[in-house]
Antibody, heavy 121, light 107 residues
Framework: QLQLQESGSGVVKPSQTLSLTCTVS??????????WSWIRQPPGQGLEWIGY???????SYNPSLQSRVTMSIDRSKNHFSLKLSSVTAADTAVYYC?????????????WGQGTMVTVSS | EIVMTQSPATLSVSPGDRATLSCRAN??????LAWYQQKPGQAPSLLIY???TRATGVPARFSGSGSGTEFTLTISSLQSEDFAVYYC?????????FGQGTKLEIK
């Protein structure tokens, strides 16, 4: 059974880089018609899609964050990662990783439990 | 970017009653529309895709309809476990975008 688990820094100082990893268990990250996304949710607010990476490497990012986002995939560790640079308080949110149905994400059928990231000095 | 607008922001309904939630796109998304349910402290869960197809394991009391710019999620007979926040999401265009959510609360 596919499961996703986020891990990484819970508190990040302003102007620094947020780093998160999503460990995939139950299926190989390179197998099947899946893509891997990051989605965030500021406290008390709605959902924002950050971007995705496919197992073969292509990525696509939300234009609103594109200049600050980098995603990568490590097939040997069966995980994928998010880096968000130059963070501000507006980046404080619960960050979810999620599997996209198909190699280009449409809907998101499996989600991690989410990890809270707070930007604070 | 396609903007998804949900209404109402909060809907108060009694258990056993029907709930109707709306989602509007500012341009056509065809039938590339999904609905998610989110309970407090949990990740969202996929309910509906293709505007009207229930995801695996979703009870038949959940139904979706619409195409183009106007969509509806209907819950036919509310159970206690259905009180949650519901989000719509379009996947017709990039970036993928979500509505701001409708909170379904017990009346």
């Amino acid at each position: 059974q596919l499961q996703l688990q986020e891990s990484g820094s819970g508190v990040v100082k302003p102007s620094q880089t947020l780093s998160l990893t999503c460990t995939v268990s139950g299926v190989p990250i390179s197998g099947g018609a899946s893509s891997w996304s990051w989605i965030r949710q500021p406290p008390g607010q709605g959902l924002e899609w950050i971007g995705y990476i496919s197992h073969s490497g292509p990525t696509s990012y939300n234009p609103s964050l594109q200049s600050r986002v980098t995603m990568s995939i490590d097939r040997s560790k069966n995980h994928f990662s998010l880096k968000l640079s130059s963070v501000t308080a507006a980046d404080t949110a619960v960050y979810y990783c999620a599997r996209g149905v198909s190699t280009v994400p449409k809907t998101f059928d499996v989600w991690g439990q989410g990890t809270m990231v707070t930007v604070s000095s | 970017e396609i903007v998804m607008t949900q209404s109402p922001a909060t809907l108060s309904v009694s258990p056993g009653d029907r709930a109707t939630l709306s989602c509007r796109a500012n341009q056509s998304v065809s039938s590339n529309l999904a609905w998610y349910q989110q309970k407090p402290g949990q990740a969202p869960s996929l309910l509906i895709y293709g505007a009207s197809t229930r995801a695996t394991g979703v009870p038949a009391r959940f139904s979706g309809s619409g195409s183009g710019t106007e969509f509806t999620l209907t819950i036919s007979s509310l159970q206690s476990e259905d009180f949650a926040v519901y989000y719509c999401q379009q996947y017709n265009n990039w970036p993928r975008t979500f509505g701001q959510g409708t909170k379904l609360e017990i009346k």
